[in-house]
């Protein structure tokens, strides 16, 4: 391995940050969108959409930086985790709440659940490979 990221690695992390990034952004853009997936458990829904937003833009920001790549994998990832409940949430609630036709369904909700899947690893690709890089560069 190269002291630098590959064409790959780092096309990779350039896209889970800027996949990231819109995510975050949209949070504080269309707010009410998240906060009706927000589990009434959780408590105020606008906090939870304005914390999550604000945290995938710095998991964005941790992908997209060489040195602090290989947490912002990891931190990605559990991100990932961690919303999912909302995402079951809004497949159990019938749908995409604001989105009208095919996109606000309950079959599009129920068909994106299996799509985190390939995000998480999308995300562990990202942070394994920093790992592998740093190895190394250990070494040398």
């Known amino acids: 391995m190269t002291p630098t990221p590959t064409a790959r690695e780092n096309a990779a992390a350039f896209g889970l940050a800027a996949l990231m990034l819109a995510a975050g952004a ?13 589990p009434e458990s959780l408590g105020s829904p ?8 604000v945290a995938e833009i710095a998991g964005a920001a941790l992908v997209a930086l060489p040195r602090t790549r290989r947490f912002g994998g990891w ?4 991100l990932l985790v961690a919303v999912f409940p909302a995402n079951v949430k809004m497949a159990l609630d019938g749908g995409v709440p604001g989105e009208s036709g095919v996109l606000g369904s309950a079959t599009v909700a ?3 659940l299996p799509l985190q ?19 190394v560069l250990a070494r040398r």
């Open 26 to 38: 949209a949070h504080f853009l269309v707010p009410d969108r998240y906060a009706a997936i927000v």
């Open 46 to 53: 606008r906090a939870w959409v304005y914390g999550s937003g």
């Open 75 to 78: 931190y990605v990832a559990a």
């Open 110 to 112: 129920w068909l994106r």
């Open 117 to 135: 899947i390939p995000l998480v690893l999308w995300a562990l690709y990202v942070a394994r490979a920093a790992r592998n890089r740093e190895a």
